[in-house]
């Protein structure tokens, strides 16, 4: 599994106009990718990285489980476009949605299951991510 995981003061995503998901920060938005051979361990060990990562700032740094920070996980099958040939990404790599959605979803219900207060996108949808990037602060995440 792959997440881009963006440190922020707030987030939302709207699908058709309709708030779906917000948080206030600090707290992390996370757009997460699966393929193929992704597994349920690994959205739990996704999860709890996501839970314990220290990205904020603090001495020594803090994790969102340090702060209680809020997380908005919002599916993304684009991590894994591949544009390395022409000039169209590829989304061979990409789990189909059949797939992917359960992979998502467990990562968002092992991090409810470690106290954390997560909110999401729709999957599928058309959604519009608004977000303001602390730091700008930014990491890739694999499993």
């Not at 700032?57 to 919002?74: D, K, N, R």
Request: charged share 20%.
């Amino acid at each position: 599994m792959r997440a881009v995981v963006q440190r922020v003061t707030e987030a939302a995503v709207t699908v058709d106009g309709e708030t779906v998901g917000a948080i206030e920060g600090p707290g992390l938005c996370v757009l997460v990718g699966a393929t193929h051979e992704d597994t349920p361990a690994q959205a739990a060990q996704l999860a709890r990285k996501l839970w314990t990562l220290r990205l904020f700032p603090g001495s020594p740094e803090q994790s969102c489980s340090e702060l209680g920070a809020p997380l908005l996980v919002i599916s993304q099958f684009t991590l894994y476009g591949d544009a390395r040939k022409g000039r169209r990404p590829t989304w061979n790599a990409a789990a189909p949605g059949p797939v992917a959605e359960p992979l998502v979803d467990a990562v968002v219900a092992e991090l409810r299951a470690l106290g954390a207060k997560v909110e999401t996108g729709r999957f599928g949808a058309d959604m519009k991510v608004s977000l303001v990037n602390d730091g700008p602060f930014t990491v890739l995440l694999e499993v």
